[in-house]
């Protein structure tokens, strides 16, 4: 450092590897850095004799996260939403909300460093990734940006030591089919999500595991993949309902899709739960309002957004978590959806 300069806030962070905002949390006292950063900084701050200027209090930076969804309109990221912001206003910590720019096209997120140097110089200290589909690239680039990672509900893992927040997806898939096996429904048609989406194929795993236990042979032209989206639902509910030999009840693997296979049974002139029972996952707020009221298995939303923040706010700390992922339990909600198979 230059004779007769005064040293800056800045120029401590720097020297100390950490970011702004953090150099400014230890100078204020506040309890969430660890203790290994804490000394770090605080012998930087010693070596440079930092004094704060006169009559001026110090000010910790406001801390900001940023929360990326690929659908901002959907009741389950509306439900997501609340519990990350109600967390990040618990800890004093502001979230800012974004949408993937391709998320219409479920591609990979782009572009790698570029995004991660944005957001890191832009004040960021991690980020919450909403169900999309993350590159090694991408997790790397974050890594070496210092920006800490949890994901909600991937698409995919680029690898282990990624952090992720989710439900017990194969449970909730075996409570599903269980539900309907108890009701006599032998065939029953799968409307998942993306074949590439690690939480739709836990929930095809308990549907099938469900069907194995009770000696149901699993009939492949019963399991179809698409997107989360209601469009998507009724794309795949027509399909099924052109079988040959259609099922009698079918488990969707989104409310929102579980809707739309309900539309495709009204197009047919049929009746839910009369002709076809029909069982959804999420229990969004559309699953109690909806005509009739939908059977899905309940994710707890909010707490998993709960829990996502205040893990990344820990990730941050540099505190070493007991799990890398964590599963909130699921439950069945049973409602008007679903009834006893015809003539059973």
Known sequence: MAAGKRPTLAMVADAAGVSLPTASKVLNGRGDVSAETRARVEKVLREFGYVPQMGRRVVAPARVVDLVFDDLVSPYSLELLRGVTEAGAEAGVDVVVSRLPDAE????????N?????????GREGLIVVTSELSLAQVEGFARAGLALVVIDPLNLPRVEVTSVGATNWLGGVAATEH????????IGFAGGPVQASCSQARLGGY???LD?????????LVLHGAFHYRDGLEMGSRLLALPDPPTAVFAASDATALGVMEAIRRQGLRVPEDLSVVGFDDTVMASVATPALTTVRQPLEDMGRVALRTLLRLIAGETLDSHHVELATNLVVRGSTAHVRGG
């Open 114 to 122: 570029t995004w991660a140097q944005r957001l890191k110089s832009s």
């Open 180 to 187: 309907l096996l108890g009701l006599g429904h032998r065939r």
């Open 213 to 221: 236990s009770a000696s149901v042979r699993p009939d492949p032209e």
């Open 105 to 112: 096209h479920r591609g990979p997120l782009t572009p790698e």
């Open 208 to 210: 099938r595991a469900a």
